[in-house]
């Protein structure tokens, strides 16, 4: 599964999680994905979310109240690192949800 979605994110030939492209190619990869989903959306049925701004301008956007828990940070330091390493190490996708 893995090797299907490198393949089809960075090309024919990638595996994950060690063999990425330079930081340029990816940040091209991105870029190009991007430029695809505001071509293909109306102005307002998209929301382009930056996660530092946390709750307010997603639930403004899906017009839902703002919960009273902390925004979740899944991807910061040691638990990104966590996660990568079970990726490689077991082949496997954690549930970022999950309690450890």
């Known amino acids: 599964m893995l090797e299907l979605i ?3 994110t960075f090309g024919a030939g990638s595996t994950f999680p ?14 190009r994905h991007e430029e695809t989903v ?3 959306l109306p102005a307002e ?12 301008p997603l639930c403004r956007f899906l017009e839902v109240p703002v919960p009273e828990e902390p925004f979740p940070h ?15 190490v077991r082949g496997v996708i954690p549930n970022p949800f999950e309690q450890r």
């Open 6 to 8: 490198a393949t089809g």
């Open 74 to 88: 899944l991807n910061e330091g040691e638990t990104m690192r966590r996660t990568l390493e079970e990726v490689a």
């Open 18 to 31: 060690l063999d990425l492209p330079p930081e340029d190619v990816m940040v091209e990869i991105f870029r």
């Open 45 to 56: 049925r998209l929301l382009v979310f930056d996660v530092r701004e946390g709750w307010e």
């Open 38 to 40: 505001r071509a293909a």
